[in-house]
């Protein structure tokens, strides 16, 4: 593993920075080693973090194959029914890397919402709202902000939903 250098916690810009600095929303960087299938659980433990502060960003896709986004706990998983039924679509499911990749503009595991290619629907389990503060991707593999929840709603017009199964 390489020496951290003082200035390497720099990070360059990713649409997502980009969009939060062009609306002066108060962030900090936290650049990580990416770790390939880790997840939310892997940066929050290197970064020290509580993984239910940790939010993840998860592309899904509605009956009609019309992409949503989903900001869920780092150490919960979304319960599709209950998802389903909130947002009044018949069934709810993950989109696959690919299609991930293509509807958000981002690498899977590097996925923010801010910044998308595509405007999404965006829902947010609602106690995440509660927080004072979260660690979200910031639009790369390794790199995720520190911001205000509020700012998801703010920003990208998140809906507050209740579907979060405990892992």
């Given at each position: 593993?390489?020496?951290?250098?003082?200035?390497?916690?720099?990070?360059?810009e990713?649409?997502?920075?980009?969009?939060?600095?062009?609306?002066?929303?108060?962030?900090?960087?936290?650049?990580?080693?990416?770790?390939?299938?880790?997840?939310?659980?892997?940066?929050?433990?290197?970064?020290?973090?509580?993984?239910?502060?940790?939010?993840?960003?998860?592309?899904?896709?509605?009956?009609?194959?019309?992409?949503?986004?989903?900001?869920?706990?780092?150490?919960?998983?979304?319960?599709?029914?209950?998802?389903?039924?909130?947002?009044?679509?018949?069934?709810?499911?993950?989109?696959?890397?690919?299609?991930?990749?293509?509807?958000?503009?981002?690498?899977?595991?590097?996925?923010?919402?801010?910044?998308?290619?595509?405007?999404?629907?965006?829902?947010?389990?609602?106690?995440?709202?509660?927080?004072?503060?979260?660690?979200?991707?910031?639009?790369?593999?390794?790199?995720?902000?520190?911001?205000?929840?509020?700012?998801?709603?703010?920003?990208?017009?998140?809906?507050?939903?209740a579907c979060?199964?405990?892992?």
């Amino acid at each position: 593993m390489a020496k951290k250098d003082p200035k390497a916690g720099h990070v360059s810009e990713t649409p997502a920075t980009q969009l939060l600095k062009a609306h002066r929303v108060d962030f900090t960087g936290h650049p990580y080693e990416y770790l390939e299938h880790g997840g939310a659980l892997h940066s929050a433990e290197v970064l020290g973090l509580d993984p239910f502060c940790v939010v993840k960003t998860l592309v899904m896709q509605d009956q009609d194959a019309k992409p949503l986004l989903m900001l869920m706990h780092g150490n919960r998983k979304v319960s599709t029914k209950n998802l389903a039924r909130q947002i009044g679509a018949k069934s709810v499911e993950p989109c696959t890397p690919e299609v991930a990749n293509r509807h958000s503009g981002y690498l899977v595991g590097g996925t923010s919402p801010f910044g998308t290619r595509r405007a999404m629907p965006v829902y947010i389990e609602e106690s995440i709202l509660a927080l004072p503060r979260i660690a979200i991707n910031g639009g790369r593999r390794g790199y995720l902000v520190q911001i205000d929840p509020q700012v998801c709603v703010q920003l990208l017009g998140a809906k507050p939903v209740a579907c979060a199964l405990a892992d």
